[in-house]
């Protein structure tokens, strides 16, 4: 595999990096100790850094040798970890009882810091590099915090791109696809307030159980009976409450739940048409219905012609063989979409290793871990992103 052999060279030491950060686990927005880390290592290698946005991001800032084109490349990694308790029992298992770096966010910040470590060693590119690491991509969605605290303004880059990796897809593997490729995750939240009563005498009374009860049902129709059955999307309602004891009808019933889906227009309608089904039931039973929608991230959209660029320089790496285009959009969220909403780019899946082997236990498990063997690889992409899409004059 062509990887960049310089990289190679460095392998043994990225892995300590990787496994120190694992050790050392940091929920959003309190990446403390590992954004201290990451900013130290690009000073030490003549990067020029910035700290601050979003509370413990880092960006570091590193021009090419050649003659300036005024090309600004933005490369993201996330620092976070989860709130996870950690079951396995390696000597770099997590020290920080309770948190747990189970979606190889580890492995991302680290493959970041390799490439940056070999670019501003050779800078043999022209324009500038940004290395974004972004703190809370767990929930938290740091990426949009970043960009309302200015991050593209005061690093105006033409494109960016992120990278994950993919348990249960092989090393050397890599996976993308154009245009929507993860949804959007938004939360919603009803309270039907009826009238309470003795629950021998329901009469007098307004049921709120049974009006929150039939706004369940009416809502799978949704996605069922309501959008076109060619589009993805997803109402769950996840949480019910109601009530406090055997013999009284509650005054109130709480539901709260997820949507998910690709498109803004699907996002609009639904939004509308869960308080239309709310609003409907509740006045059939007498009752009155608060609503509650809050968008959380935006569905992740690659550009085409970035999309194409990083499937090029994937195939310098390992192969166009080993290279997937098509891979299948899914209904999980990640937040780099926020900054592909802003600049064109693309976000590829890097196999971390193949079910039952080495890397294959699936993110946010409490036995997952990051395989370090695809370090290189990871690091290699970006480094060649870089040098492709920005190469040296003459
Ligand atoms: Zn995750
Ligand atoms: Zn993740």
Partial sequence: MPIVNRIAEFHDEMTAWR?????????????????????????????EVHRGLATTGVVGVLDGRGEGNGRIIGLRADLD??????????DYRSRNEGKMHACGHDGHTTMLLGAA?????????????????????????????????????????????????????AVGKIGMRAGPAMASFDIFEITVTG?????????????????????????????????DPMESLVVSV??????????????????????????????????????????????AHRATMEYRYERR????????????????IAAQIVG????????????????????????????????????GGPGGCSYHNPLYDFNDDISVLGASYWAKL????MPRAG
């Fill in 195 to 227: 009238k309470g009563s003795h629950a021998a005498m329901p009469h007098q009374g307004h049921d709120p159980v049974v009006a929150a009860s039939q706004i369940v049902t009416a809502l799978q129709t949704i996605a069922s009976r309501r959008v």
């Fill in 117 to 169: 470590k070999y670019l501003a060693e050779t800078r043999n590119f022209s324009g500038r590099v940004c290395f974004i690491f972004q703190p809370a991509e767990e929930n938290e969605g740091g990426a949009g915090v970043m960009i309302e605290d200015g991050l593209f303004e005061k690093f105006p880059v033409d494109s960016v791109y992120g990278l994950h990796n993919m348990p249960g897809s």
């Fill in 297 to 312: 991230y935006p569905a992740l959209v690659n550009s085409e012609r970035e999309t194409e660029v990083a499937a090029s």
């Fill in 81 to 90: 970890a989860l709130h996870i308790h950690e079951l396995n029992e390696f």
């Fill in 238 to 283: 996840t949480q019910f409450h109601a009530g406090d004891t055997w013999n009284v009808i509650p005054n109130q019933a709480v539901l709260r739940g997820t949507m998910r889906c690709f498109k803004p227009e699907v996002r609009d309608y639904v939004e509308a048409e869960i308080k239309h089904i709310g609003d409907s039931i509740c006045g």
């Fill in 320 to 355: 166009e063989e080993n290279v997937r285009t098509d891979e299948p959009a899914f209904m999980g969220s990640e937040d780099f979409a926020y900054m592909l909403e802003k600049k064109p780019g693309c976000y590829i899946w890097l196999g971390n290793g193949a079910e």
């Fill in 19 to 47: 496994r120190d950060i694992h050790a050392h686990p940091e929920t959003a927005f309190e990446e403390k100790r590992t954004s201290d880390i990451v900013a130290g290592k690009l000073a030490e290698w003549g990067i």
């Fill in 386 to 389: 870089v040098e492709t899409t």
